[in-house]
């Protein structure tokens, strides 16, 4: 079912997911398994169609958008979110090592930079600089809650896909962000910037910023949030969530003893960790997510209302 995106429905997956929106700049945001309506339009809008797709780490479905609170603007950009499957294979002979998926959430340091300095294939792009969960599969071709999850940093920059287009077999990515088209490098004989790649990069470097906020949910997350309009909606926390709620949910944890860190409203590592654990112990193995909604947040005997 396709859904239109606006600034609105922007604002409003960071309220039930409690994460920043500064009040000026570019944002990113990444959604998963989902797809522009018209992946060649890369114009600012102040609204967007977009369809829900499954992604399969073989052919990019997954949307990057560029968002502009201040001017309630937005372009979408066609790509990945995931690892393609060709990279998942090759880290499968080394225990997972090499290739990972990160989880959903809210990442507040994308930096201007290169991607593979002083490789051939080496381009101007944006370097992830804090380590983060992900998650790394040893037995499979996907990513499940099966999967162990890792607290460092892959850099899982944003780039270049390497990838004409939404019908192609291939992008390259073993867990950063890319957006289909191709990048000035040596490798290609500094051919200039081409595809949405092109307009991408164009419009992030032109901004007077170094860094960018990457808010990455599920295109159903965004969907679902779409068509429920003002109708009030259960929030979710997960990583790179700020807000009083996530205090409560520290203290309940750390009651249950599976918190030792400080009680504040950062949402990181050790809350990470300690819903993981939480959610395991508490639902069984293959059920630890590490998002707190409202199964969550009732095993914690933590109010969930609605917002």
């Known amino acids: 079912m396709a859904f239109t995106l606006t600034d609105t429905v922007l604002r409003r997956m960071c309220e039930i997911n409690s994460f920043p929106v500064p009040a000026d700049g570019m944002i990113f945001v990444g959604l998963r398994g989902c797809l522009p309506a018209n992946p060649d339009d890369q114009d600012f809008r102040t609204e967007h169609a977009l369809e829900v797709t499954a992604y399969d ?24 979110t995931v690892p393609h499957q060709k990279f998942v294979k090759l880290s499968l002979e080394k225990g997972g090592k090499g290739t990972n998926q990160m989880m959903t959430g809210y990442y507040d340091d994308y930096r201007k930079g290169i991607h593979k300095p002083g490789f051939p294939k080496g381009h101007a792009a944006f370097r992830q600089t804090e380590g983060h969960p992900i998650r790394r599969t040893a037995d499979d071709f996907d990513y499940d809650n099966d999967d162990a999850v890792e607290f460092t940093n892959p850099y899982d920059n944003m780039h270049a896909g390497w990838s004409m287009g939404v019908d192609q077999n291939y992008f390259s990515s073993a867990g950063c962000q890319v957006v289909l088209g191709y990048p000035q490098c040596d490798y290609r004989g500094d051919k200039p910037d081409s595809g949405a790649w092109k307009t991408f990069k164009a419009s992030a470097y032109a901004a007077p910023q170094e860094n960018f906020p990457y808010v990455l949910l599920s295109g159903i997350d965004a969907q679902k949030i779409a068509l429920a309009g003002s109708q009030k909606i259960l929030p979710r926390l997960r990583y790179g969530s700020q807000a009083s709620l996530v205090s409560q949910v520290q203290t309940a944890l750390k009651a249950f003893g599976y918190y030792e860190g400080e009680i504040d409203i950062d949402y990181g590592h050790r809350t990470t960790r300690a819903v993981l654990e939480f959610q395991t112990a508490t639902f069984g193995s293959g059920s630890d997510d590490g998002i707190v909604g409202p199964l969550t947040a009732e095993a914690l005997n933590v109010p969930w209302l609605p917002v």
């Not at 560029?66 to 372009?75: E, F, G, K, N, V």
């Open 57 to 80: 780490h073989i052919h990019p479905r997954c949307t990057i958008c560029q968002w502009r609170p201040l001017t309630a603007d937005i372009a979408l950009f066609p790509g990945s």
